[in-house]
Structures are given as C-alpha cells and as structure tokens.
C-alpha cells in the first residue's frame, strides 16, 4: 500500500500536475526570424541608434466622461518625431466600459487590448484560477469587446492581468488557447526587453508570484520595467505616490522624465508608464506634473510614444532610429450606437453603450455574448 501510494504521488509531480520546465534559452537556437527571443536586457541593436519607446497604458473602464475629462487631452495631440500622432495602449475592463467609446479609441489609432471580466479585487482570485476560468476571463473580454465595440478580434493581441497576477503556466495557457500574442503581467526590476516564452524566463519571480516555467512558443511577454522613487519600486505611477503627496508640479514631471531618461542613457529597453485616474484625485498636481512631463519627453528627438503591440513588432524587425515609424493601425471600424439598459447575473442593472444591438442581458462570465 505505502509503495502504490507515493508511485501514484510520484506519477502526479512528474505527469498530472504541470508540464514539463522550459530548458534555458541560446541565442542561436532562438531566432527572432521564427518569432522566438531569449529573455534578456540586451538591446536587439546599438543601443546608442535605437529608438527610446515609451508605452502609455491604462486599465480603467473606458467612459466618455473618463475619455473626454482626461485621456483625450493628454493624448489626441501630441506627436512622435517622425510627425505622427502617438500611441497608446487601452487595456479595457468589462464593467463600466462604454464600448462606443472604444471603437472611438481604435479608430483614433490607440490599441485596444484586455484586461478582464470581472476586474475581480482579490489576487488569490487570479494568483489560482485554472484554465478554464482565465479562457472565460480573457478569451470572454477579447469577444465582448469585438463583438460590442465592432472591432476585429485580430487586432486584439494583448493582455494586462488585474494587479498584475499570473497564475503561472495557466495564464499563458488561456492566453495561447484564445488567440492572444502578448502579455504584460509581470513586473521587472532589471531592464528586460520584451520576449517570448519558448524557452526559460529569466526574469526574476518575486515572493508571492506565481511565474510561468514552461514552453509557450512565440507567446511574448513585455516586462514592466519597476519605476523607482526614494523609497519604493512600483510597477504604476500612482502606486510610487503612496507615502509622497506633498510634490510640486516640476518635481512630479522631474521625476517621470527622469524615469524613462533612466532607460534611454542605458541600453533604451522600453518603458510603460500605467497611469490611472484616481492619482489625480488623490495625489496634488499629479496631473500638472504629469502633463509637464509628456511635454519635456515629446520634444526629445529619439523618443517615441507608440502602443504595446508595436514595441513587440519593432523586437521582430528592430530598426535603428532613423528607420523608426510610429505606425498606427486605423482598423476601418462603424458604430451604430445603441445604449442598452441591462441585467447582470445577480440582478443588479448595468447601462452599456454597445455599437450593435442590444444583448438579452449584461455579458458576463461564460455569457460574453449576453444571450
Ligand atoms: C475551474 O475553476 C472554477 C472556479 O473556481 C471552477 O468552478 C471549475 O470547476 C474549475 N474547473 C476545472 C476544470 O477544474
Ligand atoms: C513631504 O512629505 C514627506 C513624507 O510625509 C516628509 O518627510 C517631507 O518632509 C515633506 N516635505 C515637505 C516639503 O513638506
């Protein structure tokens, strides 16, 4: 009995409960010409001729109000150095969000990605889903927004977990079986390029963390290289304001520039800058500051604002900076609005404004069409 028992056990650790490890990367077994790239802090060119790219991300719900009040004035007129609009990526929560306004938001060139269904608060909600619920999750929110912001699932390639949390090798699982190319989920000390998940990460996996560890070939994850202040390390801006609300205007915007200056006077690997709206309500002139500093960045000559989905494209094909194009994808996309009063699973009403007709009831979990 003692022998069948840890036989069974030992038939579980090797075979039933996770796959095989990763074996560690070489660069000459892993070609970026079959969409494979070692994890690393080296820059795929010179560094002194690369662009520095900057992504502008956000996860909140798309509302008008949120969009009309403060994202389109910090974005709609800014310019890259080759005199094209900027980039930015939106990765879009379900509840709350007005799918109108994001076909908006895609048709002005940012790149729509996901975020989830229920935005659940909770980590150990994501830290230890399965499969199936992360397909439902991701997979759901990448339909209900294609479906309700009439947007092409194929421009929808990326996503940003809540809080950051991966559930190891079942994230990128869900995320490989719904038809996703990237991840953004996993915050980084060291300045890592973005890549892909064919062989063993080295990136570090903090306390807590639940890290993939096996073969995803050509997933690509995109580190969120730590912002760092006095005293913390952040994967957000506004969660490097904690213990500071007591900044001037010059001294935020010093701050951010100096964030990305950090990268582009090492070896320029991206930066993403998370930004989110409460960190205006709670933290004095962070919006001051915050614009003060797009305005220092966007006049330097080797800095580009561009979307996620496009710093990934640019590892695939790295030209030096004088090559560089910001490239945005201006999906051919049409709206017939509709606003659709709306019942979600535990009764409470939801309005969502939809550019197709009105579901049966709100698209939730395992129903993303709301039949
Ligand atoms: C996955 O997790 C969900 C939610 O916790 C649970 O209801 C479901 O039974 C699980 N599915 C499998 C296949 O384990
Ligand atoms: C700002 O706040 C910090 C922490 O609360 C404090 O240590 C510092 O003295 C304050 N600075 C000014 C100029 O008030």
Not at 28 to 46: F, G
């Amino acid at each position: 009995m003692k022998f069948s028992t840890s036989f069974v056990l030992l038939c579980c650790i090797f075979a039933c409960s996770h796959g095989e490890d990763a074996e560690q990367c070489e660069e000459d077994k892993c070609l970026i010409d079959s969409n494979c790239r070692c994890s690393s802090t080296n820059n795929p060119i010179d560094a002194s001729t690369a662009p520095q790219l900057v992504v502008l991300a956000f996860v909140e719900a798309v509302t008008t109000e949120l969009y009309e009040n403060r994202w389109s004035e910090l974005l709609e007129s800014r310019k890259n150095p080759d005199g094209s609009y900027i980039g930015a990526t939106f990765y879009v929560p379900h509840e709350y969000t007005d799918y109108q306004k994001v076909q908006d938001i895609a048709s002005i060139g940012f790149e729509v990605a996901v975020h989830s269904i229920s935005n659940d608060a909770h980590q150990d909600y994501w830290r230890d889903a399965n499969v199936t619920l992360l397909e439902q999750e991701f997979g759901g929110q990448r339909k209900i927004i294609s479906k309700f912001a009439n947007i092409d699932e194929k421009y929808i390639t990326g996503v940003m977990t809540p809080q950051f949390q991966l559930a190891g090798d079942n994230s990128i699982k869900a995320f490989v079986q719904q038809g996703f190319a990237y991840d953004s989920s996993w915050p980084t000390k060291s300045p890592y390029f973005p890549y892909t998940f064919d062989y063993a990460s080295t990136q570090s996996c903090d306390v807590g963390n639940s890290c993939p560890k096996e073969s995803h070939p050509g997933f690509w994850e995109a580190p969120i290289i730590d912002l760092v202040s006095e005293d913390d390390v952040c994967a957000t801006i506004a969660a490097c304001f904690r213990q500071r609300n007591n900044q001037t205007k010059e001294e935020i915007s010093d701050w951010l520039v100096q964030q990305v200056d950090t990268q582009r006077q090492a070896n320029r690997a991206p930066v993403i800058l998370i930004i989110e709206s409460t960190w205006f309500d709670n933290v004095e002139n962070s919006w001051d500051g915050l614009v003060d500093a797009l305005d220092k960045l966007e006049a330097l000559p080797d800095v580009y604002f561009v979307t996620q989905a496009r710093v990934i494209e640019w590892l695939k094909n790295p030209v030096p900076l004088s090559e560089f194009e910001t490239g945005l994808i201006e999906p051919a996309l049409g709206c017939s609005p509709f606003t659709c009063k709306l019942s979600k699973p535990d009764g409470t009403i939801r309005y969502m404004n939809s550019c197709v007709q009105c579901p049966k009831s709100y698209p939730w979990l395992g129903n993303p069409e709301g039949n």
